[in-house]
């Protein structure tokens, strides 16, 4: 699995480097992001959230094995609890409103995405489905890699 992983960062660096240098990482990392711009990723990422725990459920019924049901539970729980917790936290800090994010709607974009991953989990295999969702936490850990230098 290491040397995949690897073979497929090494060919996907391109895409790396274009998360990692995009506005919104950039300005996150050095702490210059607008706070409009913030709660705007806070409100999206709300309607992403709720989208990937109920989509890690549906990875989890077609695992091969009780062992491999367990895990990607354990990831949608991690993500149920710990995840929407410390959204709902940093909302509260922000003296945003869950409910008014919660009837706001998503861009297209999260809406695609989203679609995307739970069809991908629902018509294909085990495997693939839990590749799609690779890319969403490898690409935060690799932009916050990529821009260690302006945290």
Partial sequence: MRDICKKLRKDSG??????????????LCRGSLSIERFNFYLCQDYHYLVSAIKNFNIIASKADSIEDTINLMEIGHLAAISEYQNYLNLIKRLKLDVKEISASEPIPMVTAYSNYLISVSSLKSFPEAVVSVLPCFWSYGEAIKMNKEKL
């Fill in 14 to 27: 391109y895409i790396w480097d274009k998360i990692a240098s995009h506005p919104f990482m950039v300005e």
